[in-house]
């Protein structure tokens, strides 16, 4: 029932459900959404037990992106059911608790899903090595992914002033503040390689994402997917807090993480959450944060 003695939505959503699955409904109890959507939990009358997700983002480019990643053996749920406007998925149980055993069966299924190369849809070479086969969503905001041959390219384009773009045109990016993250923009090709490996990522790895029981990961949800440079990935795990010690020395016994990332990558790739959180939140210390990487980067 809604906080405000509300059922209607509830009712509204059960119909939906019971119309896509073609199966009754014996109840609906809500869950943690995260910050964006509206998710429960359905037990059908023919004893499954699924979650069913709306929101104002079409929900299809999740369901694509879950598929995709599934494809690809990331334990992700399954989708049974996607329209623009609903998600129905497996109900996947576990908890965001995350232990040292969790943290290292993490690194070892992402270091799995970095190895995997780009290609189309129909299996053939892409027309570049980063991107997507479309374009996604983080959040509630578009992630543009056309195929480029440069790193670089990608990431100043379609990630850091893209989000930035949008952060000015919202009035949340100072003019000082947006001039030192156009002088960074202006360097990538001496900070960034231009040519590294193109991983698949995950895109939204934190706590909350993560279902684990056991101490293993049962699932990883919300993705916000492309092929990128692994290290972003990392980047976000360390921005979120997400994992510790036993993560990234998982990591780099399976994958390896180059000299250097800690230096100065890891702050640079972490300029894009704190945008897009800037964006979201609307909150200061994200910009304190902007300019505290920027500093210790040297603009």
Request: charged share 30%; glycine share 10%.
């Amino acid at each position: 029932m809604s906080s405000d003695g509300d059922d209607r939505p509830l009712r509204a959503l059960s119909e939906r459900v019971r119309d896509a699955l073609g199966t009754g409904v014996e109840s609906v109890a809500e869950l943690d959404g995260g910050e964006v959507g509206r998710v429960v939990r359905v037990t059908l009358a023919d004893g499954r037990t699924v979650a069913a997700k709306t929101g104002e983002t079409p929900l299809d480019v999740e369901a694509f992106m879950l598929e995709f990643l599934a494809d690809r053996g990331l334990p992700v749920p399954e989708v049974f059911h996607r329209d623009d406007d609903l998600l129905v998925l497996e109900y996947v149980a576990g908890d965001s608790e995350i232990s040292p055993a969790v943290e290292r069966d993490a690194a070892g299924l992402l270091a799995a899903l970095h190895g995997e190369h780009p290609r189309g849809e129909d299996g053939r070479k892409t027309e570049g090595k980063f991107g997507f086969p479309r374009d996604t969503l983080t959040g509630p905001y578009r992630q543009p992914n056309p195929w480029t041959d440069s790193w670089v390219a990608f990431f100043r384009d379609r990630r850091l002033d893209h989000f930035a773009a949008k952060a000015r045109e919202e009035g949340l990016l100072s003019p000082p503040l947006a001039e030192r993250l156009d002088a960074l923009a202006g360097d990538l090709d001496s900070l960034l390689p231009d040519d590294p490996p193109a991983a698949l990522l995950h895109g939204d790895v934190w706590a909350n994402n993560v279902l684990a029981a056991d101490g293993a990961v049962r699932a990883l949800l919300d993705p916000a997917c492309y092929f990128g440079h692994a290290e972003v990935e990392l980047a976000y795990v360390d921005f979120g807090g997400s994992f510790g010690d036993a993560f990234f020395e998982t990591y780099d016994d399976e994958r390896g993480i180059e000299a250097g990332f800690r230096d100065e990558r890891c702050a640079v790739y972490q300029l894009v959450p704190l945008l897009e959180h800037l964006l979201y939140f609307e909150e200061d210390r994200y910009a304190a944060g902007l300019r505290e990487r920027l500093t210790g980067l040297g603009y």
